[in-house]
DNA sequence: GATGAATGAGCCTTCATTCAT
DNA sequence: CATGAATGAAGGCTCATTCAT
């Protein structure tokens, strides 16, 4: 259908321009269809922006959840969720950057309302993991937040410096950081 | 004098609104100056933001490294190292945010790559000293990137949850993340 | 269809004050439409202008040719030519005085290229006729370029002083630059 | 002296641009004077420029009634009189162009009134020569007209096909326009 | 459901001009 | 005489949005 094809596009854009400079029509363009369409299907740029990110918090939360919905050790589940929000962090970079820098994109405050406490409810379920394994509350919330802006520093200098840093590194620093400490996780 | 009036006010117009919804308007208003006068200081939008950045940069690294530049253990460093970040960011929390996060989004290519540069040279700053405690080369570059974007993330928490979170949590959940692990980084 | 209003009006304001004194609002505002629907039509400032040349150069080239492909003498064509050229040049005069002085004064290289080329197809169209008469391949294409432009001033000239000049002297003074020197043509 | 310095570097520069692609700091800065200085010898831009003109046009006419003003044929004046114009084209180019396309270059209204009135003065001056070779008065006016901007044209060709004409085909061309008609002008 | 022509507010930038020194 | 910092009107262009079909 025309809206799934639309908001398909509009990840691809958003993810690769960010959100100021994707215009209406480079969405219109790579989805296929005319611009007219898309205000068919949203009423807004904004509002499609608030749908993209909704419903593929939705999937992705999901598709965290039910890999670790399995018996795991705390420290599986550790390295599992890192890898999975590493490899999704890669994938959808831009779109990414945007999740987690908020303000830097003038986005209409009530959007950016609906996209702040997505972002506080995955990391709340972050946090969460965090203070099953031992932390104290307030500390799992800020932790969580630290660690995913880590994630968002060690990804960034990964796709700047191609060649020079490998992808497994990310994975074990972030590992490093949560369980033994940066200046351990080396061999 | 003008120029100054208008770097400022760019700091606080730049960090509120992000560097594409900041507008040569809203800076002049704010400077309280003519559109005109921006355009008499600075050749355009982009070439201003890169003076903002470079110049506020070489404040903020000159006052870190005079600090540092005393006998001092490995750790203490460390230590002192990370209460002069967050003392910095917390108090240049707006060119900060700009700093780490406004760096990615469609400004012209050359302004990018000096900014970038300059931001590169700050994290060169801190991995060498991670080097130095022991790390890899490598993984102590892209380690400062993360532990940098981590202080980013965590001071954010800090300032978007007034009275939650403890300013100290900050330098200790840091701490732990290169030292102990953050699971370990509690009383 | 607006494409064609704006043409018009683009004509209009064109030959009336000049490429760089023309703006957008002034086109938009004879035109009766929005200034965006100038940039749905045209991509630019210089394309619109590049757009109005070529079209209306491909009109009247196509009229003159129409009406020389018939069995002629030299004198006949020579003498044909120029009334057809005066003709349209007078009919058309804002459009014509565009053509052949505007094309100097700082548009984009590209456009002012093909601008260019298009009258000097036009010219070569003339210097054809001039050197089947006997003149050399290279005086002929200089030559026609002078009458050209010669045309341009003796019609300037009788638009600019009503009354005084008579429209046959044109024509005259044409076909006696061409044919026998301007001090024997006169009765 | 400034204003002398000022008028020298404004030739150049209008000149090298054209009038309204010449800006005041253009023209400050090729003087080597500061722009407020500009303001003290000269009230406006377009007011600098028609003194430009009129004191330029003085010593251009100066320079040729001179050259004139000696025993010679009419044959020869009217060689001589192409001559010296040719060179003063080729010299200040686009400053002819200007002073020869008037309605091009939306210049203030009064302004341009007073380029006009000396660009008249100065036919008059041209005709006068052709009338005393035996033209009608009017047939005089409008020719001196036509064979100005014909100059005009063949100057411009001369310009824009560097290698391909010669110098010496304009003198040629334009003095068999108006002594023999063009297609004799040859060997 | 879908289209695409048309809109107009807003953006960055240029530049002739002013004025206190 | 001369300066240069400051001005603000105006220009070309972008783009989210509307609406008749």
Sequence with gaps: MSRDKILDAAVR?????????????????????????????????????????????????????SAINQDRTLQEQIELVIRLNVDLFLEYSELAHIFFNEISNGIEEDVLLVVRNERDAYMQFIADILIEAGMAQEDGRMAASGVLTMLNGLCGYYLRHPGEAKREQINRLLYAAVTTGLLQGQA
């Design 13 to 65: 854009v958003f993810s690769r321009s960010g959100y100021h400079r994707s215009s209406m029509d480079e969405i219109a363009l790579e989805a296929g269809v005319a611009k007219g369409t898309l205000y068919y299907h949203f009423p807004s740029k904004a509002l499609m922006f608030q749908a993209l990110i909704t419903e593929g918090m939705r999937m992705i939360t999901g598709r965290i959840k």
